[in-house]
């Protein structure tokens, strides 16, 4: 599963880093990094900084340590086993959050968005991806992601784009916002 991750969404997990376009010396995390393709992106843009991956799965996150250590980024990387809702990282430490078609999974959506709210410095970049295929069945594409826009503005991330967009793997909601 860890290469289907990594070669399927790796333009996915492309695009999140440039969205975030960390500066040399910004921190990033990226929830559920899975087999650490977006780690190693934004670790090679911030390479002056702090690039933390988190994934609930230990495989996933020794597929991400194991990438790391091939791309040479391990010296400023650090991949943990952690989920959404109880993130190991001190408040307001964050310059960017990176979500890559996990947020529908997080056991408690509304706990997770506040941990990543929490973590973000003020000014600091949130982007969330997600196909539409992979969002619940039960609830239209369009209304979670009005949902999930509410979601984020009631805990004052200001929305700066929001769209669908086509990647090689099928369509995906791109949201970017940023924290007041």
Known sequence: MATVMATGNADMENAAVDLVNPRPDANVVMIGCGPGVGVVAAARRASNGMVVGLDPS?????????????ARVEHFTRVERAEAELLPLPDQSQDAFVSVNNIQLWSDRSV???????????????????????????????????????????RGVI?????????????AMVLVGRLA
């Open 58 to 70: 230990a495989v996933m996150v020794e597929r991400s340590r194991a990438r790391c250590r091939r």
């Open 112 to 154: 997770g968005l506040d941990e990543c709210v929490r973590v973000l410095v003020p000014g600091g970049v949130l982007v969330v991806l997600l196909h539409t295929w992979a969002m619940p069945d039960a609830v239209p594409a369009e209304e979670w992601i009005a949902e999930l826009t509410a979601d984020l503005s009631a």
């Open 159 to 171: 929305l700066e784009s929001s769209q669908i967009q086509r990647f090689r793997s099928g369509p």
